[in-house]
Nanobody, 125 residues
Framework: QVQLVESGGGLVQAGGSLRLSCAAS????????MAWFRQAPGKEREFVATITTSGGITDYADSVKGRVTISRDNAKNTVYLQMNSLKPEDTAVYYC??????????????????WGQGTQVTVSS
């Protein structure tokens, strides 16, 4: 099974930017749809963005659309999340996830059997 390791989180002021990375353990990475979710304290895990195996199709939560870009490099077994114009409400632990399920189920955490350990993003006001 693929293993995922996130990096790039940290503390940033509102309006700033961060780029998260998620490195997969092997080349089966290219056969997985990839997604980013986030979970704030006391809240459920929520969908942020997803990308198809080839990177040709992406989708975003309304709350981040226009501020966030998901991309992937299959040669490097890595998926990225570029976040701009960050807001305090973006503060959460960010997780990358991998799955081969139906694209129609892309918003559900249940669609992704493999998860990273998470990286903390804190946005100060």
């Amino acid at each position: 099974q693929v293993q995922l390791v996130e990096s790039g989180g940290g503390l940033v002021q509102a309006g700033g930017s961060l780029r998260l990375s998620c490195a997969a353990s092997d080349s089966t990475f290219s056969t997985y749809h990839m997604a980013w979710f986030r979970q704030a304290p006391g809240k459920e895990r929520e969908f942020v963005a997803t990308i198809t195996t080839s990177g040709g199709i992406t989708d975003y939560a309304d709350s981040v659309k226009g501020r966030v870009t998901i991309s992937r490099d299959n040669a490097k077994n890595t998926v990225y999340l570029q976040m701009n114009s960050l807001k305090p409400e973006d503060t959460a632990v960010y997780y990358c996830a991998a799955g081969r399920g139906r694209w129609s189920m892309r918003y559900s955490p249940l669609n992704y059997p493999y998860w990273g350990q998470g990286t903390q993003v804190t946005v100060s006001s």
